[in-house]
């Protein structure tokens, strides 16, 4: 089935557009905006509708999709979860923290549960440094992670 | 020397402190006024005054950058604020937005002005979800008073400013990247000349300043610039004003403090940053973001031949005041100010595998030597802490890290380079240890 926006979304399309002197500008805060309407994920559909409505090729689109790290290809659970890991991190014990998420969800880095709630995921750098160790679970960051408080995140998150 | 200010951290941590009516109260939005009401050439003139060396990372004069942009042609002018923080150590310029986000507005309507912009694109890496909306409230409040839009503060003087997000790419804070990136494309740097002023976003020429650097320049406007740039001890070096330093790692009181330029790392790490947890000697410092070379504690300065720097000769890296050339002409680099600490707790074999795989990680990919070289780098090291590389392959690290330096289009090449021709150098016998134990360390981990 061919993906549309709602007309809320729509209206939101329209605004995005009217920022730049161009269509291809569009082409990440729409791909964005789709992904959102989309579970968190960018299938082909997307990739065909938003080449069509900017007056994109496909293969342009795939390659930005491609190139960005934030762009599901394939759909997330229901949370996702990052775990930064880069030296600040580290430093001030992101290993524990990382390892402690695996053991609390029971699966590895890059990998969904079997309920569809988490995906558990690293990243690097997330500028949370003078706060580490840190995690990014949806929209919200999370800092000065001990396992207590990922125990109280993840439990508050697994009740919705 | 230690001097605190709070120009643009007046109003962090009060609620509502990133507000409107906080910034106002504070003296927000006046030197804007007057800077509209100047001509432009003496914007730009005042600007180069306040020897706002750029805070991104690159460390050029923000005036003097502005003064690039050509005459008006009847092509449109962009201004384009880096807001992709990313690079490891580094969380300044989060704080702002969050905190203090009208500074960036009011910086972008004097930075419009002076380039002769009516557009500017505020890039905020995608990750930072609260910037963005505190961003684009400062720039609904400011709409809605009149302050931008057709007529700001009733001038004839169109400025819009939008806010732009990424989706997760660190290339994307290097500014051809991220014009790439603005216009839909790819995040890969593009090949310079063209620079952005000539030919930036959508072809039109550009200038991109780093949010704090725009961000300071209300303050540098309502003090006077050149009483401004007096403010740092390093006026005489062209390193004006004040600025956000940051420190991360094995301190007691990790975080951002402003104080004026010529602040030492001793006194970042010790009088701001509480000293090392557990009292324990530093392992090494890296001064500004992780592309920056690390330094050892007793690291003694021996510049010759520059007047300049007698006083700092023969003193620790730590007891240089940390300035854009100071830093250069040690033979370092300060990058963004954020400084993160290893205590001797921290193995620095294991300190360069991480920052390995964290540059492996971000290459773009568009040039071979840097997408290689990363990959055997992180390779390399992996092999070294798993015990099973030779002396040989240590030695390799530098001809590697060498032909990388260079030999790219941008300086993420170099940025990656740089750590690991410097951490070979400084703690080889580390390196050596591991080969000789098979991969057996005194502590093999980072944390305390």
């Known amino acids: 089935m061919a993906f549309v926006l709602s007309e809320e979304q729509e209206r939101e399309f329209r605004e995005i557009l009217s920022r730049y002197p161009n269509k291809m500008a569009a082409c990440i805060p729409v791909l964005h905006l789709c992904q959102a309407a989309n579970a968190n994920w960018v299938s082909d559909d997307i990739v065909a509708f938003v080449a069509e409505r900017l007056e994109l090729s496909a293969a342009h689109v795939k390659g930005v999709v491609t190139f960005y790290s934030l762009f599901n290809r394939h759909p997330p659970g229901k949370h996702q979860i990052w775990v930064c890991r880069t030296l600040s991190c580290a430093l001030k014990g992101s290993d524990a923290i990382l390892e402690h998420c695996q053991r609390k969800l029971g699966v590895g880095v890059g990998h969904t549960t079997a309920d569809g709630r988490f995906t558990l995921r690293t990243a690097e750098c997330l500028a949370s440094c003078g706060t580490a160790p840190m995690m990014q679970v949806d929209k919200t960051y999370y800092e000065q992670l001990t396992p207590e408080k990922v125990d109280r995140i993840l439990g508050g998150l697994s009740k919705d | ?448």
């Open chain 2, 1 to 448: 020397m230690l001097k605190r200010t709070d120009y643009l951290t007046k109003n962090y941590g009060k609620p509502d402190g990133f507000g409107l009516t906080a910034y106002e109260a504070a003296g927000g939005y006046r030197a804007v006024r007057r800077v509209l009401s100047m001509p432009r050439e003496a914007v730009v003139d005042e600007a180069k005054k306040a020897h706002v060396r750029g805070r991104g990372g690159a460390g050029f004069d923000c005036g003097t950058k502005w003064s690039f942009m050509p005459k008006p042609n009847g092509k449109p002018h962009y201004l384009v604020i880096n807001a992709d923080e990313g690079e490891p150590g580094t969380f300044k310029d989060r704080t702002i937005m969050e905190q203090n986000p009208h500074a960036v507005v009011e910086g972008c309507i004097i930075g419009c002005y002076g380039i002769g912009a009516h557009a500017c694109y505020i890039y905020v890496r995608d990750e930072l979800h609260l910037s963005k909306a505190r961003l684009w409230g400062a720039i609904r409040e400011a709409k809605a008073k009149g302050y931008l839009g057709a007529n700001p503060f009733g001038t004839n003087y169109p400025v819009e400013i939008y806010v732009h997000t990424g989706a997760g790419a660190y290339i994307c804070g290097e500014e051809t990247a991220l014009l790439n990136s603005l216009e839909g494309r790819r995040g890969e740097p593009r090949l310079k000349p063209p620079f952005p002023a000539q030919s930036g976003a959508f072809g039109c020429p550009t200038t991109v300043n780093n949010v704090e650097t725009v961000a300071i320049m209300p303050t540098a406007f309502t003090l006077g610039c050149d009483a401004f740039s007096q403010l740092s001890e390093l006026h005489s070096w062209n390193d004006g004003g004040v600025r956000l330093f940051g420190v991360s790692g094995h301190v007691k009181r990790p975080g951002i403090y402003e104080c004026a330029v010529g602040l030492t790392l001793r006194e970042l790490i010790y009088d701001l940053g509480g000293g090392i947890e557990g009292d324990r000697p530093i392992l090494g410092v890296i001064p500004g973001g992780s592309s920056c070379p690390v330094h050892l504690p007793d690291e003694i300065i021996n510049v010759r031949n520059n007047p300049k720097f007698e006083p700092y000769n023969g003193k620790s890296i730590l007891d240089l005041p940390l300035g854009v050339d100071t830093f250069r002409m040690a033979g370092s680099m300060l990058g963004t100010c954020c400084a993160i600490v290893l205590s001797d707790a921290a193995d620095p074999v294991i300190a360069m595998q991480n920052l390995m795989r964290f540059y492996k990680h971000e290459s773009c990919g568009q040039c071979t030597p840097c997408r290689e070289g990363c990959g055997w780098l992180e390779r390399l090291f992996d092999k070294v802490v798993e015990g099973t590389a030779t002396m040989d392959e240590v030695d390799q690290v530098s001809d590697i890290a060498s032909n990388i330096t260079g030999n790219t289009i941008c300086a993420f090449g170099d940025g990656a380079a740089q750590p690991a021709l410097s951490f070979i150098r400084k703690y080889r016998k580390n390196f050596e240890d591991y080969i000789q134990n098979k991969g057996r360390s005194q502590t093999g981990k980072l944390t305390l």
